[in-house]
């Protein structure tokens, strides 16, 4: 460029390479095969059903955070930080997996132990553990979907344990 | 119409929790990919990019082709990863296409990541069909880089719309100021 107008926006106009690396350079259209898609489909179906073992052991970490809020009481703001990261990691795919009873305790759990103020007290430890019991009784009982009369009956007893918390 | 052939394909995974990583590096296996790199977190993704730059081949990858990480991650999370990508010298491709995976769909968070420069967003649950059709608008529909003093990263314009009208954008191709590089 011989102006010495500064320049005020560059486009970069690349070569499609990756095209070139995955549908070769003749001419027309490629896809994806159906059949690749189902048994794509398929291994992440099959992954799913390790999903409840994936959220148990998440379960027992989180218990170990919750017994060390109870032993030390001067770790808890570290412990309610592992927990609140365990609990955004569970929210995410509980509904992929048919547990979307997971993904809204996990977030109620998650928000229950975001920015949490000042001193932590017992019964907000024991709030974990309520959130902690509804989750450990999903997965126990397989209680996929929306869980019907079990899954209502979880929520109720979980949001009543928060109501009284709030209460106090 | 033939199958696109994933084998030398060199994707990067970021993902901290650690089944939905299985998850998707199995995914992206069984449709083909040849090479998946999984990664914890950004810290450990920019220690893998900075490696393809400074020694690729003594871990044996001499380019990654796309990234896919998720965005929250501790300690480094996607969008300074991403950042780090678009940005910063050591980068080893500050033009390569970055999805970013989330379960944050808000339009403000959204427009954030348009903003830093991503390519495309997987939104949590995803299905194999999402990751298909990423993978696929990727591959189909490159766009190009624009870099002015505000913005760097793929044009944020992705569609050609008819303007009802006088056109009033004020600078083409030719328009002095303006750089087109090629490559």
């Known amino acids: 460029m011989a102006s010495n107008t500064p320049v005020i926006v560059r486009f970069y106009r690349f070569q499609n390479k990756l095209k070139e690396k995955t549908a070769g350079l003749a001419p027309g259209n490629a896809s994806i095969s159906v ?38 009481p001067e770790m808890r703001r570290d412990c309610f930080e592992e927990i609140n990261h365990m609990a955004h990691d569970m929210k995410g795919q509980g509904g992929t997996f048919g547990y979307p009873l997971i993904t809204s305790f996990a977030d109620s ?39 019907g009369e079990i899954g209502l009956k979880l929520t109720e007893s979980l949001g009543a344990a928060i109501e009284s918390y709030e209460a106090e | 119409m033939s199958d696109y052939d994933f084998d030398r394909v060199n994707i990067l995974l970021a993902e901290d929790s650690q089944f939905i990583r299985s998850l998707l590096v199995n995914s992206l296996k069984v449709l083909g990919v ?110 190009q880089f624009v870099h002015t003093s505000e913005f760097f990263g793929p044009d944020r314009r992705r569609q050609k719309l008819e303007i009802k009208g006088a056109e009033r954008r004020l600078l083409t191709d030719k328009s002095e100021g303006v750089e087109v590089i090629r490559g």
């Open chain 1, 109 to 147: 759990l998650y928000g229950f132990t975001t920015s949490v103020a000042g001193e932590i007290s017992d019964s907000q430890v024991e709030l974990i553990k309520a959130h902690l019991d509804a989750m450990r009784a999903v997965i126990r009982g397989r209680v996929s979907g929306d869980g």
């Open chain 2, 34 to 143: 040849g090479n998946v790199y999984p990664v914890e977190h950004g810290g450990d993704a920019i220690t893998f990019l900075q490696r393809v730059k400074n020694e690729p081949m003594k871990i044996g990858v001499q380019n990654i082709d796309i990234v896919i990480s998720n965005w929250d991650m501790h300690p480094i999370d996607g969008m300074m990863f991403l950042r780090w990508v678009r940005r910063h010298k050591d980068s080893p491709n500050r033009f390569v296409p970055f999805v970013m995976i989330t379960s944050y769909t808000e339009p403000e968070r959204i427009k954030q990541a348009r903003e830093m420069g991503i390519s495309d967003i997987l939104a949590k649950p995803f299905t194999i069909k999402n990751i298909g059709e990423k993978l696929v608008s990727i591959i189909e529909r490159p766009r």
């Open chain 1, 35 to 72: 059949e690749a898609l189902e048994a794509a489909q398929e291994a992440l179906s099959k992954m799913s059903e390790d999903y409840p073992d994936w959220v148990s052991s998440i379960i027992m970490k989180l218990q170990e955070q919750h017994g060390r809020c109870v032993d030390t």
